[in-house]
């Protein structure tokens, strides 16, 4: 029977699944911080706009 990484001990284990977390984690930050930020603030406006305008009631018609 061949050897493969489920008949591993559990500190090699945890140490590969450490690694490989680590690795995915720095990816996603990598990826998250070297996009183009966007020049507009139109969505904060709204945000904002909404933030501000939450809870007062409707006007009636």
């Given at each position: 029977m061949s050897s493969s990484?489920?008949?591993a001990d559990k500190s090699?284990?945890?140490r590969v699944m450490l690694v490989g977390l680590t690795f995915?984690?720095?990816f996603v930050a990598f990826?998250?911080?070297a996009r183009e930020q966007p020049?507009?603030?139109y969505v904060l406006q709204k945000?904002?706009?909404l933030?501000?305008?939450a809870g007062t009631p409707l006007p009636a018609n």
């Open positions: 990484f489920h008949n090699t284990h945890r995915c984690a720095l990826s998250f911080f020049e507009n603030s945000a904002d706009r933030v501000r305008t």
